[in-house]
């Protein structure tokens, strides 16, 4: 399999056998059962990434479509469990083939629904404990399978999103809770990462990557113990990951490709550069928990880093998960221009300079290009269904 190749589809780990030399023939209400119950998974996880849109617009003091008074208090948490976590979890079960393994999306995203409803904000918080623990227990049966590097480093990805639950339900703020949410996203890609191009990372990739995500891990511990030293160690390991990773990525390889290949190559290595910015932030200014500096590490994390992989990989995952072709078209390119540039108005001119202006309009722009590319990805998705005559 050639680097670009190794790139762009994922390895037997991560997709489930859905070739016609995997499975069975199966009738089409048959197959229409699971890709429908998939997408009833997936949909809780689109409600809270609307609902923490929504929550995006009222912190930056916008005109919202909905005002809830709750919605700012668990933005984050919503777009990081409640979103990105229902999303890998249902893609990790997939993969597990188990139906127990559904729990943990189904758990995650009746959580993130809970918490925009006007039941107490606790009992999300459990179901969400609740969702991150099953998560776990996926990993822990994907490596009984396959005692794979992937498999353990995505695992205390999954670990360190229960952890902060975990302390969420308990009572610490969530700016503190902001290195936990963290290692979850950047575990868990930099695993993925490794399952799908480690030809080109080389034989000794998994142990190393093992190793730095142990660095990780201590840092991020060590930054809740104690928050002035423990950061900057927090911020060293995350560097250390990020060029470590950016390093022996094939994407640096496949920049120079054209189409597809070429779309995931730049998206992934936009969001390399951003989460190096964050783990300067931590190394130079220490603790980030409130003002301009924990803005500018949550959004270079969580937009700059997780959306864009997010939008780099959409063309390859969910066409595992849902059964539906996700054509790539060129017009995928302007969310994730879109993306990168009002990040950059947002933090450099607005949070660095301190134009308010530049920050406000940033933040309304980084909706937009997610909302944008949402929009381009059903719409492909749609066509593509249509054209072949599948049953959307």
Known sequence: MSEALAAAVPTAATAPPDGPAARPAISPGAARRPVAGRL??????????LAGLDAALILLDLPAPVRLDRLPQVHGVLLVLGFVGTLVALERAVALRRPAGFLAPALLGLGGLLLIT??????????????????????????????DDAVLVQALGAALAGGAAILWLGGVPVP??????????????????????????????????????????????????????????????????????????VARRT????GLT????????AGYVW??????????????TTGVRYDAVVHAVFLGFTISMIMAHAPVI??????????????????????????????????????????????????????????????????AARRVGAPR
């Open 262 to 269: 070429r779309f995931m190559a730049g998206c992934m290595l």
């Open 318 to 383: 969910l066409p595992a998960v849902l059964r539906r072709p996700l054509p790539y078209t060129p017009a995928l390119v302007a969310p994730a221009v879109l993306l990168h540039g009002s990040l950059a108005l947002r933090l450099w001119a607005g949070d660095a300079l301190g134009h308010e202006a530049a920050w406000r309009w940033g933040g309304v722009l980084n909706i937009a290009a997610v909302v944008l590319f949402v929009a381009l990805a059903v719409g492909s998705v749609l066509l």
């Open 275 to 288: 989460l190096g910015v964050a783990g300067a932030i931590w190394l130079v200014g220490g603790p980030a």
């Open 255 to 258: 920049i120079r490709a054209r």
């Open 118 to 147: 006007p039941l107490p904000l606790q009992l999300g918080q459990t179901v969400q404990v609740l969702g991150a623990a099953a998560f776990v227990g996926v990993y822990v049966a994907l490596w009984r399978r396959q005692r």
């Open 176 to 249: 503190l809770l902001l290195p936990w949410l963290v290692g979850f996203v950047v575990l868990t890609i930099g695993g993925e990462r490794l399952e799908l191009a480690r030809l080109a990372m080389g034989p000794g990739a998994g142990t190393t990557l093992v190793l730095l995500a142990a660095g990780l891990l201590g840092g991020i511990v060590a930054a809740l113990l104690w928050p002035a030293a423990g950061t900057a160690l927090l911020g060293t390991a995350l560097l250390a990951l990020v060029g470590w990773l950016a390093a022996h990525d």
């Open 40 to 49: 009833a998974l997936l949909l809780p996880g689109g409600v809270a990434l």
